[in-house]
Structure formats: C-alpha cells, structure tokens
C-alpha cells in the first residue's frame, strides 16, 4: 500500500453561512484575507514537507473561485513541493483537463515537475466536479470524451522525442507539438484517473491507469473496483496488479478513539461547508439526463453533498476511517476486504479549521503504527485469494446514497 | 380547428420531427431553449389561417443530439436541408430566442427562400462591450431569478413539481441541447452583426415589454441591424410573449402576415 498525504487548502474563515448563496463559484472574493492566505499556503506547504518527512506520499488538486481550496493551479503547488521535498512521490489529482484549453501547456507543466523532482511527479487527470463549469465556462457535455482526447495528445507529446507531430482533434489543435523539457521518467509518469462507475472505470483500466475513487463508500465502490478489475482483466488478459486502483477517505488517527473521532469531525468541514446551489451542481450536460430531473425535482438538498454528515454516518459509508491506530486499521483492512483491494490510499487528512500540530499528530500515528501494517496487507496481495475473501462479505445495504452522492465519485 | 400531422424528416442520418398544423400561408416555426411550441394556445389560434410548421431541434422533446453536433452553426445547416425537404414556397419564418438567431440566421444565408421574418425575443448578437451581460445567464441563474427575468407573471410559468418523470427528463434534456446550442460565445455569434444587412425581407421583432433575459434595448440594437425591420412591444409580458399575450402576440402577427 502507497498512502498519499491529501489536504485540499481550504480557506476556512468564511462569513455567516447564512449571509452567503454558496462556498463556490459566487462568494465574493473581499472574504479572502491575502496576509491570511499567505499563512495558510505557508502552513499547508510545511503540512506537505513534513509528510515527506514521514514517509508519506504526497497529492495535492485544484478548484476554482472557492474556499474549499485556496489553490486554483495545482501544478504551482506541485513545483514547489518539487524543490522541497525529498523522497515523497508526487500525485496531482488532478488536471481538470476537460476543462482546460492547452492540454499541451499541461504536458509541459507535468514535465518540468517530473524533470524538477527527478522523476517523482504522479499525473492524475479528472473531469472535475460540476461546480467547476461555471468558472471553466466550458460546457460539460462530452466532458469524459474531451478529457480523453487531451490525454491521448498530452501522453503522445510527453513520448514524442525526435521533433514536432500534429494533433486536430475535436476539441484540441496543435499542429507543431515538441514540448521542452520532455518528462524524466520513461515512457512518462504513472497516470492516474478518476472513475465514478463500472463504465468509467473499464475506460481506465484498459488504458493500464491508476484508477482513483474518491469517497463512494461501501455503496458503490464494489461495482466501480470489479468495473476496473473486469476491464483490466479483458483488455491485458490477466489480473490487475493491485497497485492500480486507489481509494480516498477522510481519515483521523488519534493517541485515544476519542482524539481520533474529536478530529474526524473537523474533517467532516470539507462535507458540512460545501454549501452549493442546484445552478452549480447541476449544470446542463455535466449529469445524466435522469439524475439532472432528479436534482431538477429538488429531491436533493441542493447542498451537492453526500446527505449523511454525521461522522458515525459516513463512518459507517466508508468514507471516513477514525479512531486509534488499531481502529483505524482494522476499519480500513474492513473496506480493503470488502471491495477486493486496492494499492493506494489517499488521506485526506487535514480540513477546515484543523491546525497544523492536530494534522502533524495524525498523520505522525498514521505513519507510524497504521501505514506499516497496510504495506503489509498488500504485500502479499493474491487476486485469487482477496476475491475468496471478498466473496464472503456480503454487500452491504446502499446506506442513503443521494443523488447527489455520485459527484464526489467523479 | 384543424387536426396537427406529426411527421419525421430524416436528413442524413439526422431524424427531425415536424408538427404541421392549420391550413393557410405557410409558416416555419423556430422554437426556443423551452422546446416545441405547437401546444400552446398561439400556435392553435394562428392555425386557424396559416400552415405552421413545428420541427423540433435535434436534443429537445426528448430526440437525440447527434453525434457530430456541437453547435448552432450545425442546425442552421440542418435547416437549410430540411427547409429544401419540405419544399415551402416563401414561408414566413417565425424564430422565438434561441430559435429567434437560428432564424436570423438562415435569413442571412437565403432570405430568398422566405416571405418574410419574425423575431420574439431573439438572441444571436452582442450589442454591449466586453464587460456588459447582454443575455442574462440563464445556466447559472438561481432559479427563482431565472424566473423573474424571463416571467412578467411567474403564474405562466411551467411547474416542475406537476410534471411526471419523462417530462422532467425532457426538460432536463432540453436544457442540454439549449446548452450546446448557445455555449459560447453566449448566445450569440459575433460575426453577425455584419451579416444582418443581407435580410432584405419585411422583418418583424416581437418583445415581450418585461423580458429580462434580453431587454428591449436588445432587441432594439438587433432591430437597428437588419434593414427593413420594425418592432413591436408587448406589456405585461416577458420573454414570452407568445404565452403571456396570446391575444397581443396573434394580433400583431396577423398584421404583419398581411400587410
């Protein structure tokens, strides 16, 4: 098991929330503080450069126009982590690349911070939530087939070496591509995509990416990891290795259960603020037809959140894994056997108002008493076997799952 | 009042389904981001003395969009097959909003093939600067700002909690094809204003006195771009005045069909 260290940069000194439409898209920016904003980037980088420290990995991810997190350019970010840290391997998750114009300029980005880290960039591609369509001013529609149009070319650019080849695609032209720097990991760095079913997933897996779900929880995470495994398994004739799927939840390791849950519930600042409006999450051609009518009807809180906000809830959805190191353990290697294993996970651990000692001081215990034990577990990984396991465990009732449920699949 | 004959033109690949209705002059009917037109009280008034003709924009009512579609410059083309297909001698051409710059559209390329050209509540042109909204956004207005701009009487509006499930999908649906229609540039292209010049058939511009999705200042600057064009405004109502002021609405299209 690999364990990235994740925090999304929130700026959490927001307003009444009852004086404002939504954390995203629309909160006037007179509510970011710039001399508070600099301590904030200065502590979230120490965060990162401890993490390495510690032997964890690290990602990192971008939004646009929220407080959620303060870092519109991920690749920014990244260099810097590029120069400051040692040994961590470096994931963005990822280039909103259907929602960006020049996939080149992101093949050149990636480059220079795989060249800069000397070979440690991890380059994730996503096709981001629907709150970011109204700041890309791109319309989603298509969205998955542009994303993988602008992977096609950023892949061909990073391992085209003897001179300029032309691109005219649907959405993407360039007619002279010879990026400089070219990538220092070859062929190119490990690719990651997000999947949000069984049909994205096989998307994935038959290009050999590192497929990443993001808090589906035990409702639907077994139908998008045996998406993958299936689609793995009949585009290269064997079984994935389990270093290809990842999974991220929000997870709180304390000294005491106490501590551990006392932070997970801070954590939960990352659900509880995402105060969103149907206009943003529900853009014309982001959703399926069926799930748009159902947001339409309001049968949704229009929150664009995961209806269960209690911890116990979405302790009990798989999305947040709390308590002592043992706990947290067993509560992972619970969801590990449950959806049939995965390689990669990635922590969210840090949110909202948690402080910098809170964060250092679970991760530390992470590291230390949890993150052994799941190198471990995968270690010895054997599809066979975890699919016995799996096949023991049945699955478990869809624990309240909106509709809305599924933007955070994406 | 006369039976509608629902028929499916089929250009190439592309299947358009065309309500006919009333007997008369001919008229092509061009609807909007709110789908096809033929059930309102308007349409059946005015089939009582022309022909209308309703085909539905490839994404709306509930059809495909078409794999290599990706903009209003796709179903101008389109229109100019279909407009071949059913063989119109000189039909009005009636265009509502999104339908409204469709119609100025293929007036600009052949306004030959029409008598005569009616715009309610168009879109198509950018008559402000840069920093100026001169279409309200209607993909990312609350909705119940949505509904003030586009309602003098909110009552008129449709009221999606009495629709059933398929209905709401087509709207849902609906909404997608407006969107991929209209993206960008906004609701608009901006060479038209320098097409404009070529319709050089009596044109009218129909608006609602309430519209706030394009104000009558809009529709104004539109009318001062096509040469022989007039305007008239209809009060107590927004950007549809077809709903709002069937009455109104009828009596000035009469007018003009005749004059």
Aim: hydrophobic residues 40%; proline residues 7%.
């Amino acid at each position: 098991m690999r364990a990235w260290f994740f925090t999304e940069d929130a700026y959490p000194d927001l307003p009444d929330v009852g004086s404002y439409e939504s954390i995203r898209v629309n909160l006037p920016n007179k509510h970011f503080d710039p001399s508070r904003g600099a301590d904030l980037y200065n502590m979230y980088l120490d965060m990162w450069c401890a993490a390495d420290e510690m032997g964890l990995n690290i990602m990192n991810n971008e939004h646009h126009q929220t407080a959620t997190c303060m870092v519109p350019a991920a690749p920014i970010m990244l260099g810097i982590l590029a120069r400051e840290t040692k040994n961590a391997r470096l994931l963005i998750l990822g280039n909103p690349v259907a929602n960006r114009s020049q996939p080149v300029r992101v093949a050149e980005e990636m480059a220079l911070i795989d060249v800069l880290s000397r070979g440690r960039l991890e380059c994730g591609f996503v096709r981001g939530v629907p709150y970011e369509i109204a700041p890309a001013n791109v319309f989603p529609y298509r969205g998955t087939e542009k994303l993988w149009e602008a992977h096609d070319l950023i892949t061909k650019a990073w391992t085209t070496h003897d001179g300029p080849f032309s691109f005219e695609g649907r959405w993407f032209h360039a007619r002279q591509i010879n990026i400089w720097p070219r990538p220092y990991q070859q062929p190119h760095p490990p690719v990651w995509v997000t999947m949000g079913s069984a049909e994205s997933a096989a998307q994935v897996a038959q290009r050999g990416h590192i497929g990443a779900v993001f808090l589906a929880g035990y409702p639907r995470i077994r139908s998008i990891f045996d998406g993958y495994r299936q689609g793995y398994l009949d585009s290269h004739g064997n079984e994935m290795p389990i270093d290809r799927l990842a999974y991220c939840a929000l997870i709180s390791v304390g000294k005491t259960e106490q501590e551990g849950l006392d932070v997970a519930e801070k954590l939960l600042w990352y659900m509880t603020s995402n105060k969103v409006p149907p206009q943003y999450s529900n853009p014309p051609g982001y959703h399926s037809t069926a799930m748009a009518a159902t947001m339409m009807r309001g049968n949704s809180s229009g929150t664009g959140l995961p209806t269960a906000t209690t911890l116990a809830e979405q302790m009990a959805r798989g999305n947040v894994f709390a308590g002592t190191p043992d706990q947290v353990y067993d509560q992972i290697k619970k969801f590990y056997d449950y959806c049939g294993g995965f390689g990669n996970l990635m922590m969210m651990s840090q949110a909202g108002f948690m402080t910098f000692d809170e964060t250092l001081s679970s991760i530390k215990l992470f590291s230390e008493e949890v993150y052994p034990r799941l190198k471990e577990l995968t270690s010895g990984y054997d599809a066979g076997r975890m699919q016995e396991i799996r096949a023991t465990l049945p699955d478990v009732e869809n624990i309240n799952v909106s509709a809305l449920a599924s933007e955070f699949v994406r | 009042m006369t039976s509608d004959t629902s028929t499916v033109v089929s250009l190439r690949g592309v299947d358009v389904p065309v309500v006919k209705q009333g007997s008369g002059p001919p008229v092509l009917v061009l609807h909007g981001g709110d789908g096809p037109l033929d059930r309102l009280p308007f349409a059946e008034s005015l089939s009582g003395s022309f022909e209308l003709m309703h085909p539905t924009h490839p994404g709306f009512g509930g059809t495909p969009i078409p794999e290599h579609f990706d903009s209003l410059q796709d179903l101008i083309f389109l229109y100019l097959d279909l407009i071949d297909s059913l063989d119109l001698k000189g039909p009005i051409l009636m265009g509502f909003s999104m339908g409204g710059w469709l119609a100025a559209e293929l007036a600009v390329i052949s306004a030959g093939r029409f008598s005569k050209l009616v715009l309610v509540d168009s879109v198509g042109i950018k008559p402000g600067g840069h920093f100026d909204r001169d279409v309200a956004d209607v993909f990312a207005l609350p909705a119940e700002e949505l509904l003030n701009a586009a309602w003098h009487d909110r009552s008129q509006a449709p009221d999606f909690a009495k629709m059933t499930d398929d209905e709401l999908q087509t709207v849902a649906a609906n909404r997608v094809a407006h969107g991929l229609y209209t993206w960008e540039p906004y609701m608009h292209n901006p060479k038209l204003r320098y097409r404009l010049h070529r319709i050089d058939i009596p044109t009218l511009l129909v608006w609602g006195e309430n519209d706030g999705i394009v104000t009558t200042d809009y529709g104004a600057a539109l009318r001062d771009l096509i040469p022989s064009a007039s305007m008239s405004v209809i009060s107590q109502a927004g950007h549809n005045p077809h709903i709002e002021q069937p009455g109104g609405f009828v009596a000035r299209f009469m007018e003009f069909a005749s004059s």
